[in-house]
C-alpha cells in the first residue's frame, strides 16, 4: 500500500469531441485529488461522463485540456509507450465487458499483465502467481477454460485475478458489475472489496448502483460533464 501521497490528481479536466451538430464537451473542469488508499464511487446518470472520466485517469484517453498525475506521475507529459508503461506499473482495470483474450485460457489470461510487465511481485514466479490468484477467485479448477466456456460470473473473477495479479497500487472498475445478474454481480463486488482491503490499494469504480456506491468511503457525483458532488459516506 502506497501512503502518505495523492493516488490521482485531476486538474481542470475537459474533453470535447466532434458530432454531427458540432463540439460536443462531455468533460467540463474536473478537478480532483484521489489520495491513496481511498475507496471512491464515480456515480451519475447515463452520459454523465463516466466512463470518459475513467479512462482519462487511467491514460487510456487523451483529455482536451487539463492534467493527471498518477502517483506524482503527469500521464500526459509522456507518449503512449511511456503512458503504458505507468499504466502496467501502476494500474489494475476492471471493464464492464470483462475485455478477456478469447484465444486465451484464463490462466494465460491471467499471466499476460505479469509478462507485459516483466517482473512479479515479490519475486514469485509468474504461473505460480498467476495460479494462485485464480485460486484465490475460486477458479482453481478452470485455469485451461478457454472464455467461451466460463459464465460471466467466472469470467468476471478472471478479469479480477488479471486486475489484481501484479498487486497495482491502484485498482480502476468501470461498471464490473453490469453484465452479470444480481447474485452473481453482488458475488463479485464482495470479492472485490475484499480483494482490496487485502491488497491495500486505492479503488475508483464507476457505478449506478447506490448500493455498491455506499460501500465506498467516496461519492463523486457527475452531471453534464462536471462535479455536482463530492461526499463522504456515511458509512466511511
Request: proline share 4%; hydrophobic share 45%.
Amino acid at each position: 500500500m502506497q501512503t502518505g501521497t495523492d493516488a490521482l490528481a485531476a486538474s481542470g479536466l475537459t474533453k470535447i469531441v466532434q458530432d454531427a451538430t458540432g463540439s460536443l464537451t462531455i468533460l467540463d473542469d474536473i478537478n480532483l485529488t484521489i489520495a491513496a488508499g481511498e475507496t471512491v464511487a464515480i456515480v451519475g446518470a447515463s452520459g454523465s461522463g463516466k466512463s470518459t472520466l475513467l479512462g482519462l485517469l487511467a491514460g487510456l484517453d487523451v483529455p482536451t485540456r487539463g492534467s493527471v498525475c498518477l502517483f506524482g506521475e503527469d500521464l500526459f507529459a509522456r507518449d503512449e509507450d511511456e503512458r503504458a508503461r505507468v499504466r502496467g506499473e501502476k494500474i489494475g482495470f476492471v471493464f464492464q465487458s470483462f475485455q478477456l483474450l478469447p484465444h486465451l485460457t484464463a490462466l494465460e489470461n491471467v499471466l499476460l499483465p505479469l509478462e507485459l510487465a516483466g517482473h512479479v511481485p515479490d519475486g514469485i514466479e509468474p504461473v505460480a502467481a498467476a495460479k494462485a490468484m485464480l485460486a484465490r477467485v475460486g477458479l482453481a479448477e478452470r485455469l485451461a477454460h478457454y472464455p467461451k466456456y466460463l459464465s460471466g460470473g467466472e469470467q468476471q473473477r478472471v478479469a479480477l485475478a488479471r486486475a489484481f495479479v501484479s498487486r497495482p497500487p491502484l485498482l480502476l472498475a468501470d461498471e464490473p458489475t453490469g453484465s452479470l445478474d444480481a447474485h452473481t454481480g453482488e458475488a463479485v463486488i464482495e470479492l472485490m472489496f475484499e480483494l482490496n482491503r487485502e491488497r491495500g490499494s486505492t479503488l475508483v469504480l464507476v457505478t449506478h448502483d447506490p448500493d455498491i456506491a455506499a460501500r465506498c468511503a467516496r461519492r463523486i457525483e457527475l452531471h453534464a460533464g462536471r462535479i455536482r458532488a463530492d461526499s463522504v459516506s456515511a458509512a466511511a
